[in-house]
Structures are given as structure tokens and as C-alpha cells.
């Protein structure tokens, strides 16, 4: 047997497991979605109906839809505060402290341990008679000397929004994002801020001309990641802390697609819409390829 | 000859003390040794007030770095002092309180530990998230290192093709996959059993992708000289390219092992009875018994939490190279 084919066969013979695996719950079902998009199915009652575009029309034209995409983007806007602050932790541990260690880990633990049982933790924290936040803001008020009241955080529809906010922020901040700044922030070049210190700028110049353009690269990556992740993000924390309510106000694409399908068995509706967050996934995976340099200074 | 400004010296550590040393030397009494002096001098207090500057930047940063970890750990406070209050009376830190009461545990009700595993089959659900758990890690890290080599190594005919379809198919989020993979092991009947809580988290695109990229950055000398030798490709495999990648290896292993530890909507969607159910969706069906059983529900979320902070903080190095590594790689 010639060696090259003995190498080809022992390639097919390594890359069997997973290649089955990959056919059968990652290619074929993709393909299989792709139809059923396309169909009508309550997986009980005979087979898929093929009905076109109906579920992308229907998608379209129900306002509740157009509300849980809303509640999608709405809970992103913790993106931007927890982006913020895991830059500004990430400076203050370039500073060449001593116990850098220790405080990157204590600023870890919230995001290693996310999942449901600190949702379920949350979910006391925000708890309206004695959940820890109103107990904090009553206290507040004890110390000024005002009667202030803490809202009824997750059964109030204007505020539980921002209570899931305040959660991520709280799970984000000292993650992922801190550890990709600060590596970045160790990636700056020394002599720039020389150059910098013999032009006579301070602290704040400093930031803005050198330290901000050389990590632009890892600010872009974030916060495209981020906004990837945002769109399939929201089921775990709002099925434990709000069942998706009140009225439906936590309730993201993801949430309604598990309602869809596993809920209410409409496997032909529900696939429609994960291919709908495929397409605005791709778009901002396209946004990342053909933008990606322009953000690199350097 | 031109001074140096004495802020340029000042900005490398080392070098500015070399120049103190240097610009004050036993006074000679010509002109220019005012000059050296007041140089000099202006040099001590531009230093001076470098460190001091340096010396507040660091204090600022440890304030605002220690203010931040109370935040983030303040939670975690809460979860263990609720989990060992009396039941009933778990808010001590109520308004009237004095202000050190409630941060740390007044009582150790340790009985509502044995009392959350009694009402809801908790270790059970322990062994059914630790068997899931391990099961997907292992199959997911073997067949991923196998796929990853024939991809960095081998030559076979439709590689490019099959990897492109690979990385493809990284961008389709889970969503998309999740029904349809529903239906198929519903289909096969396999729902409510392992099977169907192990498999489909095995083969993973990322896993391959990921060890194939590191595979690369591997030097081929080992390899040649062992095919000389003789040896076959899966002796390659395991005696030179395994033990080679240690390190990508156990931050793969790392983050399967969290993801699975933790994923919640995936075993929701397939198991139906509390025999098969795992950690996460045992406790989310604990809430729905005891909703507002605080003591108990925090007891429970105490146990579920406490072996994943105890892996991060021995296995750090291999969570923050990983993380490293994915940052880079986009």
C-alpha cells in the first residue's frame, strides 16, 4: 500500500468519531432545521406541513415578537457598563500591585460560578420584603435620614429589566473581558509611554493617546463577542428569576424560541426564528471579518 | 551639551537612580557646580514626586480594587449566611439591625444541608450532573485531539473542504441545532436518558478547531524522527503529540468540564423524570417546590457552587491561558 494512502486511511480512522458525532447533531440537523423552518409541526399530529414563508410573515407581524427582540437589546446595555468597568479594574491591576492574584480571582468567582444557583441567589437578593438590595437601600435611608423604599424589583415590569442588568454587570465585570484587557493593556509598548511623558502628558492624555487606540483591537473583539453572545443570551437567568414575566418584559429570542418549541410544540415556528438570530448573528460575524483591521492602530 | 530633561530620566526606574548617583558628586567649586546642584535638585524633587504620584496611583487602585471585590463577594456572603440560618429567620441583617449583624453567619444550621438533600434527591442529582459531566469531557476532549490531529497533520483527501465546514458551522448558534436534535432523539426514543444528556455535547466543532491550531504551533522534528523510527500514527499520536499539549489539553478540558457543569436549557429540554435529572435542573425544579424556602434553596445552591469555585482556584492558570488563547485567536 502506497504511503500516502495508509496516511489518508489512518486520517479517516482519527477523524471518525467525531465526524459521525458532527453529522449527526451538528450537519445534518442544521440541514434538517433549515426545512422545517419551512413547515408547520406539532411533532403529535401527522407529519410537517410545508407552508413557506408563513412563519418568517407571522414572526414579523407579531408585536410580541418585536417586543422580546426589544428586551434582547435592552439587556445588552450591560455590555457597555461591564466593558467599562473590566477596563477600569484591568488598569488598576496593571499597576504592579502586590496580591494582583488574589483579587483576580475574588473578581472571577461570579462569572465561574454563574448558572442557576446563583440566579436562584439573585433572585433572594432582589426578593421585595427582606431581599438584601431593598435591606441595602432601606439602610441607605436609615443612614440619611429619608424614607427610601427599594422597588419591587423582579415582579415590577419597569424594573426587572435592571435588576438582570445590575445582575450581569455584577457577573461580567471582573471576567473574561478583564483578563483580555489586561493582557492587552501588558501588550502596550514601555517607550510609548516615555514618548508620551516627555511631551508633558499626564495621566489622563495618556490614556486617551497611547493606552486606548493599542488596545482598540481587544475593545473591538469584546464588545462584537458580546453583542454575538447578547442575542442567544437570557434563558438561564430569566427562567429561574422571572419565568420570563412579568408580562413577558425579561423574555429574550432565546426564551421564546425554548416556549415555542418545548412549550407550546411548535417545532416549524420556532426554528424559523433561530434561523432569524442566525442571520443577525452572521451579520455582526461579517461586521467583525470586514472591520477588524480598521481598528488596528498599529 | 544639552541636559537631559531630568523627567525623561526619571521614567525609567533604574535609570533615574543611576543619574542621581551620577549628577551629585563632591562639589567642585567652579560655576557650573551650581548649576549640577540645582540640577540635581530639581531632579530629587521630580523623582520625589514621581513615587509620590506612583505610590497614590497604587493606592486609588488598591481602593477601588478592594471596594470592588466586597461587591463581588458580598453575594456569595449572603448565599452561605442564608444557607445556615435558622429556617424562618434567615434576614438578620433586617433594618434595625446593627450594621456588622448579617454579613457573616450568626448561627450553623448545618440540618438544613441534610434537610435540602432529604426533600429533593439532591445527591442524586450530584452523581447524575458528575457522570454527565465527566462522561461529555472526556469523549469531547478524545475525539476532539483526534480530529485536531488528523486536521493539523495528516493528508487526506476533502480536508480543507471538511474543516471549512467545520469552522462553518461554529457561527450557527446552538439554537438552531438544539430542535431538530430534539426531535432526532425523540425519534430514537431517547429521551430522559443519559444518552441524550452526554452525546450531543461529545463533538463539538470549537474543541477540534481549538486543539488543531495548537497542534500546529507544534514542532514536526519529534514526529519525523519517530516515523523513521517506525513508529505508527497513533504512536505519534499518543507518545509525542499528547503529551505535547498538556497545556491545551487541560484548558479544553477546563472549560467542557464548566460548560457542562453548568448547562442548564439543554438537559431541561430532555429529561422528564427527577431520576435523570442533573444538578442545574434539579435545583430549578427544587425552586419550583420550596420557592420561597430560602434556607433550604441556598443550601442547595451552596452545593452546586462550592466544587466549581474549588476547581477555578486550583486550576487558574489554565482558565486565564485559555481565555488568553480564545481572545487571540478572533
Known amino acids: 500500500m502506497k504511503s500516502s494512502t495508509k496516511e489518508a486511511l489512518g486520517a479517516y480512522a482519527f477523524l471518525l468519531p467525531n465526524l459521525a458525532g458532527f453529522l449527526m447533531f451538528t450537519s445534518i440537523p442544521v440541514a434538517f432545521s433549515l426545512i422545517l423552518a419551512f413547515t408547520r409541526w406539532d411533532l403529535i399530529s401527522g407529519p410537517p406541513v410545508f407552508v413557506g414563508f408563513d412563519n418568517f410573515l407571522r414572526m414579523i407581524h407579531d408585536p410580541r415578537f418585536w417586543k422580546y427582540c426589544g428586551n434582547t437589546v435592552y439587556l445588552m446595555a450591560a455590555i457597555p457598563i461591564s466593558m467599562a468597568g473590566s477596563l477600569i ?20 468567582l461570579p462569572t465561574i460560578s454563574a448558572g442557576v444557583a446563583i440566579y436562584m441567589l439573585w433572585r433572594l437578593v432582589y426578593a421585595t420584603e427582606f431581599g438584601y438590595a431593598n435591606l441595602l437601600i432601606a439602610k441607605l435611608g436609615n443612614l440619611l435620614n429619608i424614607p427610601l423604599r427599594g422597588p419591587n424589583w423582579l415582579n415590577d415590569e419597569r424594573w426587572a429589566k435592571p435588576a438582570l442588568i445590575i445582575m450581569s454587570v455584577w457577573q461580567q465585570v471582573g471576567g473574561y473581558n478583564m483578563i483580555l484587557y489586561l493582557a492587552a493593556l501588558q501588550g502596550v509598548p514601555r517607550e510609548l509611554y516615555e514618548a508620551a511623558d516627555i511631551d508633558g502628558a499626564n495621566g489622563w492624555h495618556k490614556f486617551w493617546a497611547v493606552t486606548w487606540p493599542i488596545i482598540s483591537p481587544t475593545t473591538f473583539f469584546i464588545g462584537v463577542m458580546s453583542i454575538i453572545g447578547g442575542f442567544q443570551a437570557g434563558f438561564d437567568p430569566a427562567y429561574i428569576m422571572t419565568s420570563g414575566g412579568p408580562n413577558g418584559s425579561t423574555t429574550t429570542i432565546i426564551y421564546e ?15 424559523a426564528m433561530a434561523w432569524m438570530l442566525f442571520m443577525v448573528i452572521f451579520l455582526f460575524t461579517l461586521v467583525k471579518w470586514k472591520l477588524f483591521h480598521r481598528f488596528v492602530y498599529y | ?24 558628586p563632591v562639589a567642585s567649586v567652579s560655576d557650573k557646580r551650581k548649576e549640577l546642584r540645582s540640577g540635581s535638585e530639581t531632579l530629587r524633587e521630580a523623582k520625589r514626586r514621581a513615587i509620590l504620584i506612583s505610590r497614590m496611583q497604587k493606592l486609588l487602585a488598591y481602593l477601588l480594587l478592594a471596594g470592588g471585590a466586597i461587591t463581588m463577594v458580598l453575594p456569595f456572603m449572603w448565599m452561605v449566611t442564608t444557607s445556615l440560618s435558622k429556617p424562618g429567620s434567615f434576614s438578620m441583617w433586617s433594618v434595625k439591625a446593627r450594621w456588622w449583624e448579617g454579613w457573616l453567619p450568626l448561627s450553623f444550621e448545618w440540618k438544613n444541608y441534610v434537610e435540602a438533600c432529604k426533600v429533593v434527591p439532591l445527591a ?32 487526506f483527501w476533502g480536508r480543507e473542504k471538511l474543516f471549512f465546514a467545520y469552522l462553518a458551522t461554529m457561527m450557527i448558534p446552538g439554537a438552531v441545532t438544539m430542535i431538530p436534535v430534539f426531535i432526532l432523539l425523540r425519534h430514537l426514543g431517547w429521551i430522559d436518558t443519559y444518552k441524550a444528556l452526554i452525546l450531543p455535547g461529545m463533538f463539538t466543532a470549537y474543541g477540534t478547531f481549538m486543539l488543531r491550531q495548537f497542534f500546529l504551533t507544534l514542532p514536526r522534528d519529534l514526529e519525523d524522527a519517530a516515523k523513521i523510527d517506525g513508529c ?12 505535547l499539549s498538556k497545556p491545551a489539553l487541560a484548558t479544553l478540558t477546563t472549560f467542557t468540564f464548566m460548560g457542562s457543569w453548568m448547562n442548564f436549557m439543554w438537559p431541561l429540554v430532555v429529561t422528564t423524570s427527577e431520576e435523570k435529572f442533573v444538578l442545574t435542573v434539579g435545583l430549578a425544579y427544587f425552586q419550583s417546590l420550596y420557592s420561597t424556602n430560602w434556607t433550604l434553596l441556598m443550601a442547595g445552591s451552596v452545593m452546586m457552587t462550592a466544587p466549581i469555585i474549588l476547581l477555578f482556584v486550583f486550576n487558574q492558570r489554565f482558565f486565564v491561558e485559555g481565555i488568553k488563547l480564545s481572545g487571540i485567536k478572533g
Open chain 2, 232 to 243: 505508527s500514527l497513533f504512536g505519534i499520536f499518543i507518545r509525542i503529540i499528547l503529551p
Open chain 2, 1 to 24: 551639551m544639552e541636559i537631559i530633561s531630568p523627567i525623561r530620566l526619571l521614567l525609567i526606574h533604574v535609570n533615574a537612580e543611576a543619574a542621581v548617583g551620577l549628577v551629585s
Open chain 1, 257 to 271: 424560541i425554548y416556549n415555542e418549541a418545548f412549550v407550546y410544540q411548535h417545532m416549524g415556528y420556532a426554528c
Open chain 1, 89 to 108: 479594574l484591568a488598569l488598576a491591576m496593571n499597576q504592579k500591585l502586590r496580591g494582583v492574584v488574589v483579587f483576580r480571582t475574588v473578581y472571577f
Open chain 2, 124 to 155: 442524586k442529582f450530584y452523581l447524575n450532573s458528575l457522570l454527565v459531566t465527566v462522561a461529555t469531557t472526556v469523549g469531547q476532549v478524545a475525539t476532539s485531539a483526534m480530529a485536531g490531529y488528523a486536521f493539523a497533520r495528516l493528508h
